[in-house]
């Protein structure tokens, strides 16, 4: 059995071993019969139809298939998905509620930090990794926790201001949501 691997290269013998991987993916259990090779990042876009996770250089140079395995940003095209065995993996698809964008996307949206948009997720996601650690960044340490991910189209200075502004509105949001914890 070889399904994903069919897809994403269709001269691929058929006689590989699979493995079972079960994982969370944006709050859900996800599970899989993985080839030892498949990486995560054509796990997440060919077998969870994530396709908000971008393959740009599949060399880990990009950043654009970055996403977070348990709270950390990796790069998804440099680990394999039996290494993400077990562990919880967000992507670009698990920012958004419903019925809100995330801060961080809104914040992208109000400072233009989007162009043709394909190193956006992994910014994002990277993005999220450095404000979930530290809430009231410098300029500096957001270029710092971008450093990693390449954008061709922006020059970067939309980027960093999109996060800067994403850190601002999480910082006005959170005495509401302590306050709200301290009541219940
Ligand atoms: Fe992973 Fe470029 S596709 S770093
Ligand atoms: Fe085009 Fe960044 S917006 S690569």
């Not at 989007?114 to 500096?140: I, R, S, V």
Request: aromatic content about 4%; overall charge negative.
């Amino acid at each position: 059995m070889s399904s994903l691997y069919d897809e994403i290269s269709p001269e691929s013998p058929d006689d590989v071993p699979v493995l079972r991987v079960t994982m969370t993916v944006n709050g859900e259990k996800r599970a899989a019969d993985v080839e030892p090779r498949l990486l995560l990042a054509h796990l997440l876009r060919y077998g969870f139809r994530m396709t908000g996770t971008h393959t740009g250089c599949d060399t880990s140079n990009c950043g654009a298939c970055t996403v977070l395995l348990d709270g950390k940003a990796i790069k998804s095209c440099t680990m394999l998905a039996i290494q993400a065995n077990g562990h919880e993996v967000t992507t670009v698809e698990g920012l958004a509620t419903a019925s809100e964008l995330h801060p961080i996307q809104e914040g992208f949206k109000q400072e233009h930090g989007l162009q043709c948009g394909f190193c956006t997720p992994g910014m994002m996601l990277a993005a999220k990794a450095l404000l979930d650690d530290n809430d009231d960044p410098t300029e500096d340490e957001v270029r710092w926790a971008l450093s990693g991910n390449l954008c061709r189209c922006t020059g970067y200075q939309n980027i960093v201001k999109s996060v800067l502004w994403a850190a601002a509105k999480l910082r006005a949001e959170a005495p509401a949501a302590d306050q709200e914890s301290e009541l219940t």
